[in-house]
């Protein structure tokens, strides 16, 4: 017969011999470089001026080989361009290498037939674009850009570089032989994303700056330890969770799995068997993670997990939603809530048309697995990301990639404290014929993460 144990409504410090796992290197690395390949480009620094000396874009095309030959094998290193098409042309940008295990001779191959032309200087939407290269890569995320002057696109380079650095992104700037006013641009963006800005001169600068980037890249790493993981694999709840809210009729843990059913609640705070961690708060930024596989009924359920309190928090979540029993969907939902405002952003991930709860349900437990939320914490950055396991391979009705909202920012929480609840979001529903859902709840998981570098030589 299956167990749970409630603990007091306190929260329990200590934790259990094994909870906290020994720290690893997460030494990956990842580069993009965007080398601008505009008219400028085909120019000479001011200090070449035979006829046979290089030109910039030569100049830029043997110092990155020397860099590329020097890096460690182990970084994965891509290469985007922007510039090279058409004296007008504002989408002439290109992802020429994914970013994936540093291949030296097919990078340099593609930089070998760069030709810089009279293009325009899309800048702002190059480096719009990067995210899309580095979005699936676990690891330090640098751009190091190549551009040899401001923007000439109507683009705002400085509102990008401010969304790339909510997402950790890294810019390290080459501005190669730049006016007062460029430079300022080409700085800025540089600083906003917390990296190195250099003005290029002559080859002896872009030597001496490429030294000092590769030596960002090399010592960059990130700190990763398992702070608390938790498999259910006993008859009960260990000592780590408490449970608010207690229901016993409605929560048990059996097969590797807590097992809760759904319950309509008048707010979310009162829902039945809400789990709060009774860890420590890291002291680092996190990654908090959870698996559940979902047996939805009125799709009206939702499944949630968050950190904060109950005046202040921030929340993943899975919603089933139903429209006058004609179309029901899944949305990922990250939620902000403060004693002063809530606010929240969305994404449908499947839908499905019919005409009834019960097909709608079917539909559901025939084609997800499973469920993961993710919620992370970088900085005063909050990031809520969800992803569907098909129940058979290569099914094309359920999405298979991970899905990511916008940042929330600046949530003044007091603690750290996990939490994961479900409850019925529209209570009406209650009158149907169906019971409500249930979750099987599977494993959970606190990762820490911790930035370490040396300061680089300017």
């Not at 780590?240 to 809210?245: A, E, G, R, V």
């Not at 068997?273 to 799709?299: H, K, Y």
């Not at 084609?367 to 391979?393: C, D, M």
């Amino acid at each position: 017969m299956s167990k749970i144990l409630r603990i007091p409504a306190i929260f329990l410090t200590m934790l259990l011999a094994g909870t906290i796992y020994s720290s690893q290197v997460w030494a990956t690395t990842n580069v993009l470089f965007i080398i601008d390949v505009s008219a400028r480009m085909a120019g000479k620094f001011p200090d070449q001026t035979k006829l046979n000396d290089p030109t910039k874009m030569q100049t830029a095309t043997d110092s990155l080989e020397l860099l590329l030959d020097d890096l460690p094998e182990d970084l994965n290193v891509g290469l985007e361009v922007y510039g090279h098409r058409g004296q007008k042309d504002c989408t002439a940008i290109d992802l020429l290498n994914p970013v994936s295990p540093l291949r030296e001779a097919a990078i340099m191959d593609n930089v070998r037939k760069l030709n810089p032309e009279r293009g325009a200087t899309p800048l702002a939407k190059a480096l719009e674009q990067a995210p899309e290269a580095l979005k699936y890569l676990k690891g330090s995320k640098t751009i190091v850009l190549f551009a040899d002057g401001a923007d000439s696109c109507g683009g705002n380079p400085d509102e990008v570089a401010k969304t790339l650095e909510e997402q950790g992104i890294i810019i390290n700037v080459l501005g190669i032989d730049v006016k007062d006013d460029e430079s300022a641009q080409l700085s800025g963006i540089a600083e906003t994303g917390h990296g190195l800005y250099f003005t290029i001169n002559n080859a002896e600068d872009l030597k001496n700056s490429l030294a000092a980037i590769k030596e960002r890249l090399i010592d960059r790493k990130l700190e990763k330890k398992i702070f608390f993981r938790d498999d259910f694999n006993g008859d009960a709840l260990s000592d780590q969770w408490m449970i608010l809210n207690p229901d016993d009729k409605r929560i048990r843990v059996e097969n590797s799995a807590v097992v809760m059913t759904v319950s309509a609640a008048s707010k979310p705070e009162k829902a039945a068997n809400i789990l709060r961690l009774g860890a420590p708060d890291p002291e680092n930024d996190w990654v908090f993670t959870a698996n559940f596989n979902v047996i939805p009924q009125l799709m009206a359920e939702v499944f949630e997990l968050g950190v904060g309190n109950a005046s202040q928090q921030i929340s993943a979540q899975i919603h089933f939603n139903v429209s006058d029993n004609r179309s029901s969907a899944v949305f990922l939902k990250g939620r902000k809530d403060t004693p002063k405002s809530s606010s929240y952003f969305h994404k449908k991930l499947i839908s499905y048309p019919s005409k009834s709860l019960q097909q709608h349900a079917d539909f559901y437990k025939k084609h997800i697995k499973s469920i993961t939320l993710k919620l992370q914490k970088f900085g005063n950055q909050y990031t809520v990301s969800g992803k569907l396991e098909a129940a058979k391979e290569n099914d094309p009705t359920v999405p298979s990639d991970w899905i990511t909202l916008q940042k929330f920012t600046s949530l003044p929480l007091s603690d750290d404290t996990f939490f994961i609840r479900t409850y019925l979001e529209d209570v009406k529903n209650q009158s149907s014929k169906h019971s409500a859902g249930k979750v099987y709840l599977n494993w959970v998981e606190v990762e820490t993460m911790k930035h370490s570098e040396n300061s680089p030589k300017k």
